[in-house]
């Protein structure tokens, strides 16, 4: 009975220990940010440390590792996460739940191929570089924003 009173304490204060999403991170103050801000507006956030929160609105079943958090008042307005090291710490008994999350912001531009057809030497060093020269080729760039997840709270 000591045993699996032990067991029980242990896996609770490893489960406490998921992540919690603070605002103070080594002396770093990380400020939160609605999900719709950070979908509206991507390229002022992107490579920076956030907060936001919502509601998980989706894990995904097929491999796992991502979910998407919905803007608590607007679930039109979602975000995707990606779970990395955490992905052990989800499942999709989850959906539905109220989440607190930090991450990095990342930009995918998911039509990169029409760019690379129009000039095909392209070496873009950054994602602003890639999205002013396919303005410049006159296409319209498709970014798809992203959060690769750091820590997070179900609440």
């Known amino acids: 009975m000591k ?4 067991l029980i304490a242990s896996g609770l204060i490893i ?3 998921g ?7 080594a002396g770093e103050s990380i400020e939160t940010y ?3 801000e950070l979908v ?3 390229m002022d956030f992107e490579g920076m440390t956030v907060r936001l929160e919502g509601v998980i609105d989706h894990m995904c079943r097929h491999s796992g590792d991502k979910m998407r958090v919905a803007q608590p008042d607007d679930d039109a307005v979602s975000i995707q996460v990606r779970l990395g090291d955490f992905i052990n710490q989800f499942d999709v008994e989850y959906e539905g739940s109220e989440v607190a999350v930090v991450g990095t912001l990342k930009i995918e531009v998911m039509n990169m ?3 690379e057809q129009h000039d095909e030497g392209h070496d873009c060093e950054s994602t602003e570089e890639a999205i002013a020269l396919m303005a410049e080729r006159g ?5 798809r924003p ?6 997070f709270e179900i609440k």
């Open 113 to 115: 191929e029409e760019l």
């Open 34 to 36: 609605s999900i719709t």
């Open 146 to 151: 992203y959060v690769d997840l750091q820590a």
């Open 139 to 143: 296409i319209d760039p498709n970014i």
């Open 3 to 6: 045993r699996f009173f032990l």
């Open 19 to 25: 992540g919690p999403a603070t605002e103070e991170r």
């Open 15 to 17: 489960t406490a220990c």
């Open 40 to 42: 509206e507006q991507p």
